[in-house]
């Protein structure tokens, strides 16, 4: 089961650049940006985007609503959302898996003990493509996922043209994905996650203030200096 701990560092920087701006604090002002996991109350802003990158494209979608909800209800942890000034602009939806493939099941459910991460979804608002905000927050979900101890890759199924997408941040092509959605072919890719990341994380050779997306985001010199 995911513990607790592993979902911490994920948290704290947020935490930590909250209580570290009184600026923002005395304007009672939301944060301009800030990533964080989501929970079941984020599942229509997800929906909303999934409505408009989806279906109105193909008439289906990653996850329908209530399957955001069963995800984000079982393992919020594996959410990650990038909101700017109050409004759900990019998100990832992920579960756990068990088997070295993906199979029709792993659209549903949730393996808490697998090792595998399944991406379901990684969809940015459509006013904000083309910024590389997509790249910015996958790259940021995997290195939060090297700080979970039991996750030793993520996998995610794509439609070709995509592929190149992946390759870019880092996944490499498994092939062709088993399953199909409506006439729908997939490649299934994946991405290693090393072992080691939770022993340096231990020994503080990792440090999220490194990270290029600190938070808040932007705009902080300006809510500062208002
Ligand atoms: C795919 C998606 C997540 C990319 O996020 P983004 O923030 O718009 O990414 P960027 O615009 O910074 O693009 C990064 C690279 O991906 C490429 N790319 C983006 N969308 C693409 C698409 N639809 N087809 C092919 N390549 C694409 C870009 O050309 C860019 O490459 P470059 O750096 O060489 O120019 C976003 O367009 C999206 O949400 N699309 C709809 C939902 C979707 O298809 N999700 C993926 C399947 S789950």
Redesign the pocket.
């Known amino acids: 089961v995911m513990s607790i701990v592993g979902a911490q560092p994920f948290m704290k920087p947020m935490q930590q650049a909250a209580s570290t701006s009184p600026g923002i604090q005395r304007r009672h002002t939301l944060p301009a940006s800030e990533v964080r996991p989501l929970n079941t109350q984020d599942a229509i802003s997800v929906f909303e985007?999934e409505r408009e990158?989806?279906i109105s494209v193909s008439g289906e979608c990653?996850l329908h609503l209530d399957e955001v909800r069963h995800f984000l209800t079982l393992c919020p942890e594996l959410s990650m959302g990038w909101i700017e000034e109050g409004r759900l602009v990019?998100f990832i939806i992920g579960s756990l898996w068990d088997k070295d493939r993906l199979t029709t099941e792993a659209l549903t459910l949730h393996k808490p003990r697998g090792s595998t991460v399944h991406?379901?979804?990684?969809?940015?608002?459509?006013t904000?493509?083309?910024?590389?905000?997509?790249?910015?927050?996958?790259w940021r979900y995997l290195q939060y996922l090297r700080c979970l101890p039991t996750v030793r890759r993520a996998v995610?199924m794509?439609?070709d043209?995509?592929v190149?997408?992946y390759r870019?941040s880092g996944f490499k092509s498994l092939g062709r994905c088993a399953i199909t959605v409506a006439n729908l072919t997939f490649t299934e890719m994946c991405y290693p996650i090393s072992g080691h990341a939770f022993m340096r994380r231990n020994s503080e050779a990792i440090r999220f203030p490194e990270l290029p997306l600190t938070l808040p985001l932007t705009d902080t010199k300006e809510s500062l200096d208002v």
């Open positions: 985007i990158a989806f990653p990019a991406i379901h979804i990684l969809a940015v608002h459509r904000f493509r083309q910024q590389g905000k997509g790249p910015i927050l996958l995610l794509c439609e043209f995509l190149p997408f870019k």
